[in-house]
């Protein structure tokens, strides 16, 4: 089954403890991107990457890093976690932005708590 | 990528059509009409994309203006696993972010 996953799926934690949110997609998709969803603002992007060795900020890199070794997999590291990055994280994959529409796939959340 | 505008609700009969409108007006010739929807705290889902033709898939179809200044999806016999809010989202193919807006939230009564 052609699927995003998540892990974990929630996340309670303490500031400053890093911890990483896995990202993995089996569809051979060459873009990947992670998405914040906060109350009263919507979805927001963090990172993408359009390839493998390819990533640049979205709208909210601040405090996020990521990387992308392998195509499937895209984690999100929080090096130094705080309150305000308490949020419900989703991770999205598709076919590469170009040419023709390319629907996005979303994975199930991962909803974090830093206390 | 054009903004888009969405009435903020709508109620639906569970087992009627359910039309959901947007407003694009502003979308340039390149742009696509993408339409998604999030169940609760779920993932969003992809629902239809369309360009200028109106587009059908197993989910629901997609009426889109002459003018492409405005869309409608259809969600033909709506269910209560439909209650979600919806997002019409218009995005260029080579843009890679998609930007939510506030959705309709659709609530499907029985």
């Known amino acids: 089954e052609a699927q995003v996953t998540q892990n974990p799926r929630y996340l309670i934690t303490v500031t400053g403890k890093k911890l990483t949110v896995t990202c993995s997609q089996n569809?051979?998709?060459?873009?990947m991107s992670w998405y914040r969803q906060d109350p009263g603002l919507g979805l927001r992007q963090i990172y993408y990457s359009m390839n493998v060795e390819v990533t640049d900020k979205g709208d909210v890199p601040e405090g996020y890093k990521v990387s992308r070794k392998e195509k499937r997999n895209f984690p999100l590291i929080l090096e130094s976690p705080s309150p305000n990055q308490t949020s419900l994280y989703f991770c999205?994959?598709?076919?590469?932005?170009?040419?023709?529409?390319?629907?996005?796939?979303f994975g199930p959340g991962t909803r974090l708590t830093v206390t | 990528d054009a903004k888009t505008t969405q009435p903020p609700s709508m109620d639906c009969a569970e087992g009627r059509a359910a039309n959901l409108p947007c407003n694009h007006s502003t979308i340039s010739g390149n742009e696509y009409v993408y339409w998604y929807r999030q169940i609760h705290s779920q993932g969003p889902q992809y629902i239809i994309h369309?360009?200028?033709n109106n587009e059908t898939n197993e989910m629901a179809s997609l009426i889109i203006t002459e003018d492409r200044k405005s869309s409608t999806l259809i969600l033909p016999h709506a269910t209560l696993r439909d209650t979600a809010v919806y997002y019409c989202i218009v995005r260029g193919a080579a843009g890679n972010k998609l930007t939510f807006g506030g959705g309709t939230r659709v609530l499907v009564k029985p």
């Open positions: 369309g360009l200028k």
């Open positions: 999205a994959s598709s076919l590469r932005p170009g040419q023709g529409a390319r629907e996005q796939y």
């Open positions: 569809m051979n998709h060459e873009y």
